[in-house]
């Protein structure tokens, strides 16, 4: 298991859900010794602050970057997608169109609004998914020496 350390907080990669900016002018009244530049969403919904961007912890540690959001999800975390629709009782100030899903570790749902189209997201985090898969069934190639003491590539059947 991948443990990354921040500041002196010791979290599973595994239970990192996603990544997001964090905005210190949304809470004035917090002030921070760090310059801190994104929020680490565990799967509770546990926050821990780093001084990466979401960018740049997500090429770190090989999170999905989904660009419009600026939001870096988890790979290995099974989400499910949900098309967004605002209601008279919760209309938030932003265009959200998708509802990312996931259960905690005590098997309660969590989500996260995003801009991103649900289309997009299912396809890029099933392609991400899909290139992973074939990134480890993909066997070692090695020359062979044929009989003439050529060099051949050997074929593999995945």
Same mark, same amino acid.
């Given at each position: $298991?991948?443990?990354?350390? @921040?500041?002196? =907080?010791? +979290?599973?990669?595994? /239970?990192?859900?996603?990544?997001?900016?964090?905005?210190?002018?949304?809470?004035?009244?917090?002030?921070?010794?760090?310059?801190?530049?994104?929020?680490?969403?565990?799967?509770?919904?546990? @926050?821990?602050?780093?001084?990466?961007?979401?960018?740049?912890?997500?090429?770190? /540690?090989?999170? /999905?970057?989904? $660009?419009?959001?600026?939001?870096?999800?988890?790979?290995? @975390?099974?989400?499910? +997608? *949900?098309?967004?629709?605002? %209601?008279?009782?919760?209309?938030?100030?932003?265009?959200?169109? %998708?509802?990312? =899903?996931?259960?905690?570790?005590?098997?309660?749902?969590?989500?996260?609004?995003?801009? %991103?189209?649900?289309?997009?997201?299912?396809?890029?985090?099933?392609?991400?998914?899909? *290139?992973?898969?074939?990134?480890? =069934?993909?066997?070692?190639?090695?020359?062979?020496?044929? !009989?003439?003491?050529?060099?051949? $590539? *050997?074929?593999? !059947?995945?």
């Amino acid at each position: $298991m991948t443990v990354i350390t @921040i500041g002196k =907080k010791l +979290v599973p990669l595994a /239970h990192v859900a996603f990544v997001e900016p964090f905005d210190p002018a949304a809470n004035p009244e917090f002030k921070p010794e760090k310059a801190f530049k994104a929020r680490l969403v565990l799967l509770n919904r546990d @926050i821990v602050l780093t001084e990466q961007t979401p960018q740049e912890f997500a090429s770190d /540690h090989g999170l /999905h970057l989904f $660009m419009e959001d600026c939001v870096a999800v988890n790979r290995a @975390i099974v989400f499910r +997608v *949900e098309t967004f629709e605002p %209601t008279e009782s919760f209309n938030p100030a932003k265009p959200y169109k %998708t509802r990312l =899903k996931w259960r905690d570790l005590a098997g309660g749902e969590q989500s996260k609004l995003l801009l %991103t189209t649900p289309e997009t997201i299912i396809a890029e985090l099933l392609g991400a998914k899909e *290139e992973l898969a074939k990134a480890a =069934k993909r066997p070692a190639r090695r020359p062979a020496r044929g !009989r003439n003491g050529s060099h051949r $590539m *050997e074929a593999f !059947r995945g």
